[in-house]
């Protein structure tokens, strides 16, 4: 899948984890794949909910791993398997230059 790079401001995602466990290696490789679809052009934060629990208090966050576009009003989210690359540019509405592997 190929896609053209929006113009307009670029997403700033948020991604929730807990620890350094399996699962949340494998969603920071996930947030690698995404920057580079992206061609750098979008900012994913880490988020470790067990370093700062008040942030995900304050977010509303339950479960981990969650990737979060918190500009959007409600929040739009993906909690839990996020190996599914298509899934998470069609959810997020990101354009990118990269092709999704």
């Known amino acids: 899948m190929t896609m053209k790079l929006r113009t307009d401001v670029p ?4 991604l929730y ?4 466990g399996p699962a949340m290696q494998a969603a920071l490789e996930c947030r690698e794949k995404l920057l580079e679809f992206s061609d750098q052009k979008i900012d994913i934060a880490v988020i470790d909910i067990l370093a700062t629990p008040q942030a995900a208090q304050s977010a509303g966050v339950l479960a981990t791993p969650t ?3 918190d500009t959007r009003s409600p929040p739009r989210r993906l909690v839990g398997d996020l190996s599914a690359l298509d899934r998470i540019v ?8 990269g092709t999704i592997s």
């Not at 069609?90 to 230059?97: K, P, S």
Request: net charge negative; aromatic share 6%.
């Open 11 to 14: 997403p700033t995602l948020r």
């Open 17 to 20: 984890i807990a620890g350094d």
């Open 67 to 69: 990737l979060s576009d």
């Open 90 to 97: 069609e959810h997020f509405d990101l354009q990118g230059t």
